[in-house]
Protein backbone atom coordinates (compact mmCIF):
# COMPACT_ATOMS: atom_id res chain seq x y z
CA UNK A 1 0.00 0.00 0.00
CA UNK A 2 3.21 2.27 0.71
CA UNK A 3 4.47 1.83 -2.85
CA UNK A 4 0.99 2.83 -4.27
CA UNK A 5 1.14 6.24 -2.31
CA UNK A 6 4.42 6.65 -3.71
CA UNK A 7 3.54 5.80 -7.13
CA UNK A 8 0.85 8.38 -6.78
CA UNK A 9 2.44 10.92 -5.47
CA UNK A 10 5.39 10.37 -7.87
CA UNK A 11 2.48 10.45 -10.90
CA UNK A 12 1.38 13.95 -9.20
CA UNK A 13 4.54 15.21 -9.00
CA UNK A 14 5.18 14.57 -12.95
CA UNK A 15 1.81 16.18 -13.70
CA UNK A 16 2.62 19.10 -12.05
CA UNK A 17 6.44 19.39 -13.58
CA UNK A 18 4.49 18.50 -17.28
CA UNK A 19 2.18 21.79 -16.05
CA UNK A 20 4.90 23.66 -15.18
CA UNK A 21 6.54 23.29 -17.91
CA UNK A 22 3.74 23.75 -20.27
CA UNK A 23 3.31 27.02 -18.94
CA UNK A 24 6.53 27.96 -19.27
CA UNK A 25 7.11 26.99 -22.73
CA UNK A 26 4.10 28.90 -23.23
CA UNK A 27 5.13 32.13 -21.67
CA UNK A 28 8.54 31.94 -23.37
CA UNK A 29 6.85 31.47 -26.77
CA UNK A 30 4.35 34.94 -25.87
CA UNK A 31 7.85 36.57 -25.07
CA UNK A 32 9.28 34.95 -28.05
CA UNK A 33 6.17 36.36 -30.54
CA UNK A 34 6.06 40.16 -28.44
CA UNK A 35 9.60 40.26 -28.77
CA UNK A 36 9.55 39.70 -32.63
CA UNK A 37 6.69 41.95 -32.92
CA UNK A 38 9.06 45.15 -31.02
CA UNK A 39 11.39 44.37 -33.56
CA UNK A 40 9.24 44.12 -36.81
CA UNK A 41 8.07 47.78 -35.20
CA UNK A 42 11.86 49.17 -34.57
CA UNK A 43 12.66 47.93 -37.59
CA UNK A 44 9.53 49.52 -39.43
CA UNK A 45 10.17 52.88 -37.32
CA UNK A 46 13.67 52.87 -38.03
CA UNK A 47 13.01 52.61 -41.81
CA UNK A 48 10.77 55.54 -41.66
CA UNK A 49 13.41 57.06 -40.37
CA UNK A 50 15.83 56.40 -42.78
CA UNK A 51 12.89 57.78 -45.09
CA UNK A 52 12.09 61.19 -43.03
CA UNK A 53 16.10 61.68 -43.09
CA UNK A 54 16.34 61.06 -47.46
CA UNK A 55 13.51 63.45 -47.43
CA UNK A 56 14.92 65.99 -45.02
CA UNK A 57 18.14 65.71 -46.99
CA UNK A 58 16.48 65.82 -50.31
CA UNK A 59 14.56 68.89 -49.27
CA UNK A 60 17.55 70.86 -47.90
CA UNK A 61 19.41 69.99 -51.15
CA UNK A 62 16.56 71.53 -53.04
CA UNK A 63 15.97 74.78 -50.40
CA UNK A 64 20.08 75.35 -51.09
CA UNK A 65 19.44 75.23 -54.41
CA UNK A 66 16.59 77.76 -54.70
CA UNK A 67 18.72 80.29 -52.28
CA UNK A 68 21.63 80.16 -54.69
CA UNK A 69 19.25 80.67 -57.24
CA UNK A 70 17.19 83.29 -55.49
CA UNK A 71 20.53 84.76 -54.57
CA UNK A 72 21.55 84.60 -58.07
CA UNK A 73 18.28 86.59 -59.07
CA UNK A 74 18.78 89.25 -56.17
CA UNK A 75 22.30 90.02 -57.34
CA UNK A 76 21.31 90.51 -60.78
CA UNK A 77 18.20 92.52 -59.82
CA UNK A 78 20.23 94.59 -57.68
CA UNK A 79 22.35 95.14 -60.11
CA UNK A 80 19.61 96.51 -62.21
CA UNK A 81 17.89 98.40 -59.52
CA UNK A 82 18.21 101.94 -57.90
CA UNK A 83 18.21 103.65 -55.33
CA UNK A 84 16.62 106.70 -53.80
CA UNK A 85 18.87 108.95 -54.75
CA UNK A 86 18.58 108.06 -58.28
CA UNK A 87 16.29 111.01 -59.55
CA UNK A 88 16.45 113.72 -62.11
CA UNK A 89 16.89 116.90 -61.14
CA UNK A 90 15.62 119.93 -64.01
CA UNK A 91 16.08 123.32 -63.47
CA UNK A 92 16.23 126.38 -65.42
CA UNK A 93 16.11 123.95 -68.78
CA UNK A 94 16.04 126.44 -71.28
CA UNK A 95 15.83 125.76 -75.40
CA UNK A 96 15.85 128.02 -78.36
CA UNK A 97 15.97 127.29 -82.50
CA UNK A 98 16.91 130.52 -84.15
CA UNK A 99 14.94 132.65 -81.41
CA UNK A 100 11.88 130.36 -80.87
CA UNK A 101 11.70 129.33 -77.43
CA UNK A 102 10.83 125.16 -77.30
CA UNK A 103 11.40 125.22 -73.62
CA UNK A 104 11.21 127.91 -70.76
CA UNK A 105 13.41 128.34 -67.82
CA UNK A 106 11.42 124.51 -66.66
CA UNK A 107 11.86 122.76 -63.67
CA UNK A 108 11.09 119.25 -62.89
CA UNK A 109 11.85 116.59 -60.19
CA UNK A 110 10.81 113.12 -61.21
CA UNK A 111 11.77 110.35 -58.06
CA UNK A 112 13.15 107.08 -58.25
CA UNK A 113 10.61 104.66 -58.73
CA UNK A 114 8.18 106.65 -60.43
CA UNK A 115 6.20 106.50 -63.62
CA UNK A 116 5.89 109.82 -64.55
CA UNK A 117 3.56 110.68 -68.03
CA UNK A 118 4.56 114.01 -69.79
CA UNK A 119 1.45 114.77 -71.93
CA UNK A 120 0.38 118.19 -74.19
CA UNK A 121 -0.25 119.57 -77.38
CA UNK A 122 2.08 119.10 -80.22
CA UNK A 123 4.61 121.68 -79.67
CA UNK A 124 4.43 121.98 -76.25
CA UNK A 125 8.27 121.00 -75.88
CA UNK A 126 7.68 117.37 -74.19
CA UNK A 127 10.03 115.41 -76.89
CA UNK A 128 12.51 118.71 -76.87
CA UNK A 129 12.84 117.93 -72.89
CA UNK A 130 14.01 114.74 -73.89
CA UNK A 131 16.79 115.68 -76.32
CA UNK A 132 18.64 117.82 -73.88
CA UNK A 133 18.52 115.50 -71.20
CA UNK A 134 20.30 112.93 -73.14
CA UNK A 135 22.35 115.50 -75.03
CA UNK A 136 20.82 115.74 -78.74
CA UNK A 137 19.56 118.94 -78.00
CA UNK A 138 21.71 121.91 -76.66
CA UNK A 139 20.73 123.95 -73.75
CA UNK A 140 20.74 125.99 -70.65
CA UNK A 141 20.28 125.20 -66.95
CA UNK A 142 20.79 121.99 -65.23
CA UNK A 143 19.52 118.73 -65.55
CA UNK A 144 21.27 115.95 -62.77
CA UNK A 145 20.73 112.40 -62.49
CA UNK A 146 22.64 110.77 -59.71
CA UNK A 147 23.95 114.04 -59.23
CA UNK A 148 26.01 114.04 -62.20
CA UNK A 149 25.61 116.89 -64.81
CA UNK A 150 23.88 115.68 -67.80
CA UNK A 151 23.78 119.09 -69.66
CA UNK A 152 26.69 119.65 -72.32
CA UNK A 153 28.09 115.85 -72.09
CA UNK A 154 28.14 113.88 -75.60
CA UNK A 155 25.12 111.28 -75.54
CA UNK A 156 27.37 108.58 -75.09
CA UNK A 157 28.71 109.70 -72.04
CA UNK A 158 24.72 110.01 -70.37
CA UNK A 159 23.81 106.76 -71.63
CA UNK A 160 27.30 105.47 -69.64
CA UNK A 161 25.69 107.41 -66.36
CA UNK A 162 22.39 105.12 -66.40
CA UNK A 163 20.67 107.26 -69.34
CA UNK A 164 18.70 105.68 -71.69
CA UNK A 165 16.09 106.53 -74.56
CA UNK A 166 13.83 105.54 -77.08
CA UNK A 167 12.18 107.23 -79.88
CA UNK A 168 8.97 106.80 -81.49
CA UNK A 169 10.29 104.60 -83.94
CA UNK A 170 12.20 101.52 -82.61
CA UNK A 171 16.16 101.61 -83.43
CA UNK A 172 17.04 98.39 -83.55
CA UNK A 173 19.56 96.40 -85.86
CA UNK A 174 16.79 94.27 -88.20
CA UNK A 175 19.12 92.04 -89.44
CA UNK A 176 20.35 90.72 -86.29
CA UNK A 177 18.67 88.29 -84.17
CA UNK A 178 16.49 89.62 -80.68
CA UNK A 179 19.41 87.83 -79.19
CA UNK A 180 22.17 89.20 -81.15
CA UNK A 181 20.64 93.05 -80.55
CA UNK A 182 20.88 92.33 -76.84
CA UNK A 183 24.06 91.36 -76.92
CA UNK A 184 25.25 94.40 -79.06
CA UNK A 185 23.48 96.79 -76.33
CA UNK A 186 25.16 95.09 -73.53
CA UNK A 187 28.07 95.18 -75.25
CA UNK A 188 28.22 99.03 -75.27
CA UNK A 189 29.19 98.98 -71.39
CA UNK A 190 32.01 96.58 -71.50
CA UNK A 191 35.55 97.95 -71.35
CA UNK A 192 37.22 97.78 -74.46
CA UNK A 193 39.79 95.09 -74.07
CA UNK A 194 36.28 92.55 -73.07
CA UNK A 195 34.26 93.22 -76.49
CA UNK A 196 36.87 91.40 -77.68
CA UNK A 197 36.51 88.25 -75.67
CA UNK A 198 34.14 85.75 -76.98
CA UNK A 199 30.72 85.07 -75.82
CA UNK A 200 30.11 81.74 -74.31
CA UNK A 201 26.45 81.14 -74.67
CA UNK A 202 23.92 83.62 -73.27
CA UNK A 203 24.63 86.13 -69.83
CA UNK A 204 22.28 85.96 -67.07
CA UNK A 205 21.75 89.43 -67.68
CA UNK A 206 20.19 89.34 -71.06
CA UNK A 207 18.58 86.02 -70.28
CA UNK A 208 16.82 87.47 -67.54
CA UNK A 209 15.45 90.23 -69.68
CA UNK A 210 14.21 87.90 -72.12
CA UNK A 211 12.00 86.97 -70.06
CA UNK A 212 11.09 90.14 -68.62
CA UNK A 213 10.59 91.74 -72.12
CA UNK A 214 8.79 88.53 -72.95
CA UNK A 215 10.80 87.83 -76.00
CA UNK A 216 12.52 84.31 -75.18
CA UNK A 217 10.89 82.46 -77.57
CA UNK A 218 11.86 85.16 -80.05
CA UNK A 219 15.25 84.65 -78.98
CA UNK A 220 16.93 83.71 -82.45
CA UNK A 221 14.33 85.42 -84.71
CA UNK A 222 16.03 88.12 -86.67
CA UNK A 223 14.45 91.92 -84.99
CA UNK A 224 13.48 92.88 -88.76
CA UNK A 225 10.17 90.33 -88.65
CA UNK A 226 9.11 91.38 -85.09
CA UNK A 227 5.85 92.83 -85.51
CA UNK A 228 5.87 96.83 -83.72
CA UNK A 229 5.22 96.15 -80.15
CA UNK A 230 8.00 92.96 -79.95
CA UNK A 231 10.14 95.93 -81.53
CA UNK A 232 9.71 97.86 -78.88
CA UNK A 233 9.88 96.09 -76.15
CA UNK A 234 13.16 94.58 -77.49
CA UNK A 235 14.71 98.46 -77.42
CA UNK A 236 13.53 98.59 -73.85
CA UNK A 237 15.09 95.35 -73.43
CA UNK A 238 18.52 96.79 -74.98
CA UNK A 239 18.59 99.76 -72.70
CA UNK A 240 17.88 97.68 -69.42
CA UNK A 241 20.67 95.38 -70.45
CA UNK A 242 23.07 98.53 -70.40
CA UNK A 243 21.86 98.83 -66.84
CA UNK A 244 19.89 102.37 -67.68
CA UNK A 245 18.17 103.44 -64.31
CA UNK A 246 16.73 106.82 -66.13
CA UNK A 247 14.70 105.44 -69.14
CA UNK A 248 13.09 108.28 -71.82
CA UNK A 249 10.67 107.08 -73.78
CA UNK A 250 8.96 108.76 -76.64
CA UNK A 251 5.56 107.49 -77.26
CA UNK A 252 6.53 103.69 -76.76
CA UNK A 253 2.57 102.53 -77.94
CA UNK A 254 2.39 104.67 -80.59
CA UNK A 255 0.60 102.27 -83.21
CA UNK A 256 0.39 98.88 -80.76
CA UNK A 257 -2.90 96.72 -80.64
CA UNK A 258 -4.13 97.54 -77.41
CA UNK A 259 -2.84 94.01 -75.87
CA UNK A 260 0.36 95.16 -76.77
CA UNK A 261 -0.46 98.77 -75.35
CA UNK A 262 -1.42 96.55 -72.03
CA UNK A 263 1.56 94.24 -72.52
CA UNK A 264 3.68 97.44 -72.68
CA UNK A 265 2.17 99.16 -69.95
CA UNK A 266 2.94 95.76 -67.50
CA UNK A 267 6.36 96.04 -68.71
CA UNK A 268 7.04 99.64 -68.17
CA UNK A 269 5.10 99.07 -64.55
CA UNK A 270 7.47 96.40 -64.09
CA UNK A 271 10.66 98.84 -64.72
CA UNK A 272 9.29 101.16 -62.40
CA UNK A 273 9.83 99.46 -59.51
CA UNK A 274 13.51 100.40 -58.96
CA UNK A 275 14.33 102.65 -61.96
CA UNK A 276 12.75 106.44 -62.82
CA UNK A 277 10.73 106.31 -65.73
CA UNK A 278 9.46 109.00 -67.81
CA UNK A 279 7.27 108.67 -70.84
CA UNK A 280 6.32 111.20 -73.46
CA UNK A 281 2.47 110.11 -74.60
CA UNK A 282 -0.78 111.46 -76.67
CA UNK A 283 -2.06 107.86 -75.50
CA UNK A 284 -4.72 109.53 -72.72
CA UNK A 285 -6.01 105.60 -72.17
CA UNK A 286 -2.58 104.65 -71.99
CA UNK A 287 -1.54 106.99 -69.41
CA UNK A 288 -4.46 106.58 -67.07
CA UNK A 289 -4.09 102.87 -66.66
CA UNK A 290 -0.51 103.29 -66.15
CA UNK A 291 0.95 106.91 -64.61
CA UNK A 292 2.15 107.55 -61.07
CA UNK A 293 2.43 110.68 -61.56
CA UNK A 294 1.86 113.50 -64.50
CA UNK A 295 3.38 116.28 -65.75
CA UNK A 296 1.02 118.44 -68.36
CA UNK A 297 3.29 121.16 -70.85
CA UNK A 298 1.95 124.04 -73.27
CA UNK A 299 3.85 126.46 -74.72
CA UNK A 300 7.01 125.01 -73.71
CA UNK A 301 6.22 125.48 -69.52
CA UNK A 302 4.42 123.01 -67.15
CA UNK A 303 0.73 123.92 -66.84
CA UNK A 304 0.20 121.39 -64.26
CA UNK A 305 1.23 118.54 -62.44
CA UNK A 306 -0.17 115.75 -59.79
CA UNK A 307 -1.86 112.54 -60.28
CA UNK A 308 -4.10 111.20 -63.06
CA UNK A 309 -7.11 112.60 -60.81
CA UNK A 310 -5.50 115.72 -60.35
CA UNK A 311 -4.91 116.45 -63.70
CA UNK A 312 -8.11 115.14 -64.78
CA UNK A 313 -10.02 117.62 -62.51
CA UNK A 314 -7.83 120.80 -63.58
CA UNK A 315 -10.15 122.78 -65.40
CA UNK A 316 -6.86 124.66 -67.00
CA UNK A 317 -5.64 121.37 -68.28
CA UNK A 318 -9.04 120.11 -69.94
CA UNK A 319 -9.60 123.45 -71.53
CA UNK A 320 -6.33 123.62 -72.86
CA UNK A 321 -5.64 119.77 -74.11
CA UNK A 322 -8.00 116.73 -72.36
CA UNK A 323 -11.07 118.37 -73.88
CA UNK A 324 -9.96 119.15 -77.08
CA UNK A 325 -8.57 115.87 -77.54
CA UNK A 326 -5.53 114.91 -80.50
Same mark, same amino acid.
Given at each position: ????????? +??????????????????????????????????????????????????????????????????????????????????????????????????????? !??????????????????? +???????????????????????????????????????????????????????????????????????? %??? %??????? !????????????????????????????????????????????????????????????????????????????? +???????? %????????????????????????????
Amino acid at each position: MSNDINHKE +ATVTTNTTDVADTTVTTDTDMDAAQLREEARQMRDEARRMRDEVSRMKDEIVSERKRMEDLKDELAVLDDRGGQWSDYLEVKGLHVEFDGFVAVKNLDLTVEH !GDLRFLIGPNGAGKTTIID +AITGLTPATGSATFRGEQLLGRKPNDIVKLGVGRTFQTASVVEELSVLENLQLAEGFRKKTADLFKKVKGVS %QNI %QYMLDVT !GLTADAYKPAGILPHGKKQWLEIGMLLVQDAHLLLLDEPVAGMTPEERQQTGELLKRCSRNRTVIIVEHDMDFMRSF +ADSVTVLN %QGEILAEGSVEDIQNNEEVVRIYLGGGE
